[in-house]
């Protein structure tokens, strides 16, 4: 796969700065159609815990998106390692704002291909590159295809599409997008990992645990109420 040196210019027309709504609108269907499992990410965004951290200041982020990986793990669902989370985020154009979407784990094939600056960064050097690593890009190119049911010899919709991320990309940063709380942190990870039962307290345990752990601590013993009676009866 041959990267196009300048591929990721912007149009040379004034539609973004007219209407960065449309042009967002149109550039999302496009994305869409191009990657709709795997795609670069359009949006610029810190790492999650940090990004989760200054948004939900009363919960413990870091923590609970380690029990997420570690469940993740053990389950089979990522067991990379060198697995990372990422913010998807939901762009509201109307108020200039942003607030997470879904929280993804990404191992390190995908996020090769979530990266977007990282990404292009990698595809660019390869065009000046004395000895460009072909095996690298053609295997980054047939992963992107294959993850998101292209065919294999469609190499040019590799590039296409990080056009169109990069277009976006552009237009979000230069609307400077303020960052917002979603839905309640615990729903969100709850409806980005489905399978995985998250946990609700620091050590780890989940809601069920302490649940029953908290009916324990508060339920009377019988010997407590006979005792008690026993002594009312002696008064």
Not at 46 to 67: H, K, M, S, V
Not at 132 to 143: E, F, I, V, Y
Not at 149 to 177: C, N, P, W
Request: aromatic share 4%; hydrophobic share 40%.
């Amino acid at each position: 796969a041959e990267w196009r040196r300048g591929v990721c210019a912007m149009p040379d027309d004034n539609d973004a700065s007219r209407d960065p709504g449309a042009a967002l609108a149109q550039l999302g269907a496009s994305l869409q159609t191009l990657a709709p499992k795997l795609c670069p990410n359009p949006v610029s965004s810190q790492p999650a815990a940090a990004a989760l951290g200054r948004l939900y200041t009363d919960e413990d982020c870091a923590r609970l998106l380690q029990g997420i990986k570690r469940k993740a793990a053990a389950s089979g669902l990522c067991a990379d390692e060198e697995a990372e989370f990422y913010v998807e985020w939901h762009v509201d154009m109307a108020k200039r704002r942003k607030s997470p979407k879904r929280i993804l784990l990404l191992d390190q094939r995908d996020s090769a291909i979530h990266k977007l600056p990282q990404l292009i960064e990698f595809l660019t050097a390869q065009t000046v590159a004395k000895n460009p690593d072909a095996a690298r890009t053609s295997d980054l190119a047939k992963h992107f295809l294959e993850a998101n049911g292209h065919d294999v010899g469609d190499v040019q919709l590799l590039q296409d599409t990080v056009s169109v991320a990069y277009a976006m990309f552009v237009i979000h940063k230069e609307l400077r997008l303020a960052a917002v709380q979603g839905p309640p942190l615990l729903e969100l990870l709850d409806t980005s990992f489905p399978s995985i039962r998250l946990p609700r307290k620091a050590g780890g345990e989940d809601a069920g645990t302490v649940a029953a752990s908290g009916a324990a601590e508060t339920k009377p013993s019988g010997r407590g109420k006979k005792r008690r009676a026993k002594g009312e009866a002696g008064q």
